[in-house]
């Protein structure tokens, strides 16, 4: 079967710094992505993790490690608009399965 | 705008009606995704063209739903004999090729059956 694990809800305060984590069990993998969706949003990429270590963009940062099946996201500053959820997904050759999401809750 | 875009936005019909719904890609992608989303749940994955080659249709969609892109661009996604179940969230995506890892959204479209 196909499964992802992320936590349901984090909560971080503003400027701080936070990681979502993710493991994931799937037959098939291609790399690790990771969607932020805002409410009544759309999903938008993120990032994308297809070999083992650290992947910055901005204040974002994701990190993959293939042989223990796990990934994060490192979101640093954050910022009140960073209240969303986030999702890991893992890209399976010609699609990607996406886990529940991690929504972020962020105090001022 | 060139982004994927999603038509209608909401639609509310009542059980038994058939309803469909049209996502049009950003133009030059060749790959286009359907995806449902309830509350609280990820995007789950439906169908996927290639161009207008149907590649992939999940177990979970029932012979109730079909999908078409008859030209490569633009795509329909019919449900017969809608149920209360079927309510959801359905987003369309599309992404440049088979290679690409990078997936483009539409807004959606809301279903509600009552």
């Known amino acids: 079967g196909q499964s992802l694990e992320q936590p349901s809800e984090v909560t971080a305060v503003e400027g701080a710094i936070v990681q979502i984590n993710c493991t994931y069990q799937t037959s098939g993998f291609y790399g690790l992505s990771w969607y932020q969706q805002h409410d009544g949003g759309a999903p938008t990429f993120l990032s994308y993790?297809?070999?083992?270590g650290l992947e910055e963009t901005g204040r974002f940062s994701s990190f993959l490690s293939r042989s223990d099946s796990y990934g994060y996201l490192l979101l640093q500053e954050l910022q009140m608009k960073d209240s969303a959820s986030y999702f890991c997904a893992v890209r399976d050759r010609d699609k990607i399965i996406f886990g529940k999401g991690t929504r972020l809750h962020i105090l001022p | 705008d060139t982004g994927v875009s999603q038509d209608p936005r909401h639609k509310i019909t009542k059980r038994g009606q058939n309803v469909t719904f049209r996502c049009d890609p950003i133009?030059?992608?060749?790959?286009l995704y359907w995806y449902r989303q309830t509350l609280g749940q990820g995007p789950e994955f439906l169908t996927y063209f290639q161009n207008e080659a149907q590649l992939e249709k999940s177990r979970l969609l029932s012979d109730r739903f079909s999908a078409e892109r008859p030209k490569g661009s633009f795509s329909t996604l019919e449900i017969q004999r809608t149920e209360q179940g079927d309510s959801a969230m359905y987003l369309c995506?599309?992404?440049?090729?088979?290679?690409?890892?990078?997936?483009?959204f539409g807004p959606g479209t809301r279903l509600t059956v009552t």
């Open positions: 993790n297809a070999l083992d």
């Open positions: 995506a599309s992404s440049l090729s088979s290679d690409s890892y990078e997936q483009y």
């Open positions: 133009s030059e992608h060749n790959r």
